[in-house]
């Protein structure tokens, strides 16, 4: 699970070209939006592509449990592997 949520930090990273932010500096447990890192909404869309393409996954835009994936690198880590583990 440790290599997967750095997988997400290093492409929260690059897919939002964030400049001053190393996955190093991204606490698991922290909020990714909001407070947090303080992304916004169009930030989660891109996000949400480029988690798309690199690990096989789809996020319901109109569903409120995306919002909970999207709440911390361990929500999505956590949504990540039980998806993967559906498609295996």
Known sequence: MDELKQQIKECI???LELEDITPENIV???????TG???????A???????KKR??????AESAE???HFASV???????????????
């Open 28 to 34: 698991d447990s922290e909020p990714i939006f909001g």
């Open 45 to 51: 869309l891109e996000l949400g592509v480029a988690l």
């Open 74 to 88: 361990n929500a999505l880590a956590e949504f990540i592997s039980s998806e993967q583990a559906k498609n295996a």
């Open 55 to 60: 690990f096989g996954v789809k996020f319901n």
């Open 37 to 43: 890192l303080g992304l916004d909404s169009i930030d």
């Open 13 to 15: 990273v690059s897919s």
């Open 66 to 68: 995306t919002r909970q």
